[in-house]
């Protein structure tokens, strides 16, 4: 039996739902979300590493009840690690029990031209579906309950790559040149990730809505603080949020991403602490940043940085 995933009324439904899934959105997240389900667009989302690109597919995906398919890109992938490649472990058996048979399928009485023929036939057997190893892409359109297809860092991937999607980013099938045109049985919800490393090609962005997500405001960092980790205290979640903020708006390296801030908060509840004092945040920096020079910069102007209460 079909179940059909759930129906959204509208963005604040959709944005209200993904925060009862653990992902804390703001209303133009939610909109572009609601806007790509509905139209069937794919929607790529761009911003610096960690503010939740990733997490955001993660969290559509429960909330439309549907299995997240994920392809993870990378420089050289390519068709047979995205799209999909041929069983040649199951085509060479399948070639060994046609050798021991060979007598029996060509007949001892038809000629060379007969048998040439029967064997050519061969050829629709062994490039069939069934010997067909679907990837992440083709894996997608397969579903008949449809799925949330993750294309993560499309950045990292070459242009070759990015042509190799047109296909399926504007009329969800891929074409396989053995067997034909694969079309979705169910049109997936499809989010490409990028950190914007190199530029995006104008015919990716052309079939793509768009949405760029930036770091979080201070406001919207506590509410996650408090989602993430419920024992935390308001005033801890508070100063954390304010150092944050702070920090990001240093020349750093790297600048602390949410997820960073998450593990940090949850480092020092584990240290039991209940503020922010310069030895506890001295001695935690190396949670919060990834950099040696980082930590030594951010050291030195601790006093700073601490100075202020939000």
């Not at 509208?10 to 997240?29: F, H, K, M, N, P």
């Not at 949330?148 to 891929?174: G, T």
């Amino acid at each position: 039996m079909r179940v059909d995933p759930p129906a959204f009324a509208d963005a604040q439904t959709l944005t209200r739902q993904l925060g009862d899934c653990g992902y804390i959105a703001s209303d133009e997240v939610g909109l572009a979300l609601f806007l790509a389900y509905q139209l069937q667009k794919p929607l790529l989302v761009e911003g610096p590493p960690g503010v939740g690109k990733t997490e955001l597919a993660k969290a559509a995906a429960a909330t439309l009840e549907q299995p997240l398919i994920r392809l993870q890109c990378y420089e050289g992938v390519d068709e047979a690690k995205a799209l999909y490649e041929w069983k040649y472990g199951k085509q060479l058996l399948y070639t060994q029990i046609l050798k021991q048979q060979i007598d029996q399928v060509l007949g001892k009485s038809e000629g060379l031209g007969a048998s040439m023929e029967k064997l050519h036939a061969m050829d629709d057997i062994f490039f069939s579906e069934r010997f067909v190893e679907p990837r992440p892409l083709l894996k997608a359109l397969q579903q008949p309950e449809g799925a949330v297809l993750l294309i993560d860092e499309i950045d990292k991937s070459d242009e070759e790559f990015e042509a190799l999607l047109l296909e399926i980013l504007s009329d969800y099938q891929v074409s396989i040149p053995e067997i034909g045109t694969v079309a979705a049985q169910q049109v997936p919800v499809v989010i490409l990730t990028s950190n914007q490393t190199r530029e995006l090609s104008d015919a990716l962005r052309r079939r793509c809505l768009h949405l760029y997500i930036p770091f979080p405001g201070m406001q919207q960092e506590i509410t996650i603080l408090r989602s993430r980790i419920p024992d935390i205290s308001s005033l801890l979640a508070q100063q954390m949020a304010a150092f944050v903020e702070r920090l990001r708006q240093l020349e750093l390296g790297k600048q602390p991403a949410i997820s960073e801030t998450i593990d940090w908060g949850r480092a020092l509840l584990l240290l039991h602490a209940d503020s922010l004092d310069r030895d506890t945040v001295l001695s935690t920096l190396n949670v919060l940043l990834k950099h040696r020079a980082d930590v030594d910069d951010v050291a030195a102007q601790l006093p700073q940085l601490l100075g202020s209460e939000p």
